[in-house]
């Protein structure tokens, strides 16, 4: 049996997956409504996703979840998968009290932003818990990025074919990093996108992030993830890496005013773009010139394998498997060769001061 707290944007589709794999799934969410509308999505979305993704097994989902508000009906469960907001505390006493329910489950944590261990410090046995983090939409996006640096080798195995087990294929990381490999990478490409928003408008941005071959554009993705998760997510970034993901300021407003007028993408109704029926509304454009928000990407990949948290093949695949492209994002640098990537870093820290743009000593070796 599989346990999934908060049945938000995450946690519902993670239900999903497990019910349409055979599972009995016990979804916990403190809200009523979050049920409801997750038992919903369950009806419909999910499902069209599912069979979208070719993951489809079962017609009914629904009777495969229990929907409660009651923490405790996860005492049974083998495997316990953590989806609620994006702050370390609550995450940390939810975890304390789950154990004091189950001693015997795998923990899993969904978590966008802070590491493994983090969450797990308070835990007895802090080696129960590995990251089991999805690229969003989760039942669309085959990644998923399990591990941590203290996790035990049993629950690291667990992991992974809990992940194979509902049609996704993990990737393994040993050390740990707040944002790991993905979220890293679309941490740099949130900052950069304040610098292409100073000329360009976001339908123009993601017209282009779109020719590139990608599924969604990049502030269409956002208005998927949540302004507010997205600007949780920056919290927790500036926190642990300092100026590196301070944007721009006007753009910092602006979110921060998004998330003040309820205005929080797709599960509100609007974001940067409108939303029916699960489809934003997004205006024809013209496709703006992203560069240097690719440039900012690759860069703080390669930042990534600097700090020995994964090693370019790696970060190479967990591109692919977040975005479904046919390439990564070194095949990418590649294309677009590494001193135009250089060039473009310089110039927009020229113009903009923004430590993101900084070159890593990584890329400056590739040159």
Not at 42 to 54: D, P, S, V
């Amino acid at each position: 049996m599989i346990g999934v707290i908060g049945a938000g944007t995450m946690g519902a589709d993670i239900a999903a997956l497990f019910a349409n794999a055979g599972f009995e799934v016990v979804l916990v969410d403190i809200s009523e409504e979050a049920l409801k509308k997750a038992r919903e999505k369950h009806e419909t979305e999910c499902l069209n996703q599912l069979e979208e993704a070719g993951l489809k097994k079962k017609d009914d989902l629904v009777s495969s979840v229990h929907y409660t508000t009651e923490l405790r009906n996860v005492e049974d469960c083998d495997f316990i998968v953590e989806a609620i907001p994006e702050k370390l505390q609550p995450k940390i006493e939810l975890f304390r009290e789950i154990e004091k329910l189950n001693d015997e489950a795998v923990f899993a944590t969904n978590t966008s932003s802070f590491m493994p261990s983090e969450i797990a410090e308070k835990l007895s046995n802090p080696g129960r818990l590995t990251l089991f983090h999805f690229s969003n939409p989760p039942i669309l996006m085959p990644l998923v990025e399990v591990g941590g640096s203290r996790v035990s080798e049993d629950t690291l195995e667990k992991g992974v074919n809990m992940a194979k087990a509902i049609g996704k294929e993990p990737v393994v990381l040993r050390v740990e990093c707040r944002g790991h490999v993905l979220n890293r990478m679309l941490g740099a490409a949130g900052v950069a996108a304040g610098y292409c928003l100073l000329n360009h408008r976001p339908e123009e941005v993601d017209a282009a992030i779109k020719n590139l071959g990608l599924r969604y554009g990049f502030f269409e993705l956002l208005d998927m993830i949540g302004l507010d998760v997205a600007r949780d997510v920056l919290e927790s970034f500036r926190e642990y890496y300092g100026n590196r993901f301070t944007g721009i300021r006007s753009m910092d407003f602006f979110l921060e005013k998004m998330v003040e007028w309820g205005k929080l993408g797709k599960k509100s109704g609007e974001g940067f773009y409108k939303w029916e029926k699960g489809k934003a509304k997004i205006p024809f454009a013209p496709p703006a010139d992203v560069r240097p928000l690719v440039a900012a990407i690759v860069n703080e990949a390669l930042r990534t394998v600097e700090d020995g948290v994964a090693d370019e093949e790696t970060v190479n695949r967990v591109y692919m498997l977040a975005t479904n492209a046919p390439y990564g994002i070194m095949d990418v640098a590649e294309m677009l060769g590494y001193q135009n990537i250089l060039d473009m870093l310089e110039e927009a820290f020229r113009v903009t001061k923004l430590e993101i743009f900084i070159p890593c000593e990584k890329l400056r070796g590739k040159i």
